[in-house]
């Protein structure tokens, strides 16, 4: 007597890689194509079409919140890093430069100033 048909561990294997890669690729996809791609996982699947556009796109948000969080939290860590080595960041910079800038378009306008000329 043979078993009933269950999925292999290898068809639930592809599935989950095929649900994680469509989760990766779905950052970059058109809502067009995010549709054909649930459709495709629904029949392959065997979920139901409108679960399978939720789960792609529910994925796909999930993905575009983690990749903002990394970049989030690459960005402090670069910050703190470049701090730690006494260097300046470039918003940094730029803001002593205006600053500068401004220092002298002040010294220049004292310097020119009528009363300034008497002493």
Known sequence: MAAPAEPS??????LAEQVVLAAVGAVSLTAE???ALADDLAERGGLRRDE????VRDLAARWRGDSIRATER?????????KQ????LREEVEDLELRVA????????????PSRRRL
Not at 52 to 55: H, M, Q
Not at 102 to 113: C, D, K, T
């Open 33 to 35: 194509r995010v549709d």
């Open 102 to 113: 401004q220092l002298e378009h002040r010294v220049r306008l004292l310097e020119g100033s």
């Open 85 to 88: 080595l006494g260097l300046a």
């Open 52 to 55: 399978a556009r939720a789960l």
């Open 74 to 82: 690459a960005s402090s860590a670069m910050q703190t890093a470049l």
């Open 9 to 14: 561990d290898d068809g639930l294997r592809d």
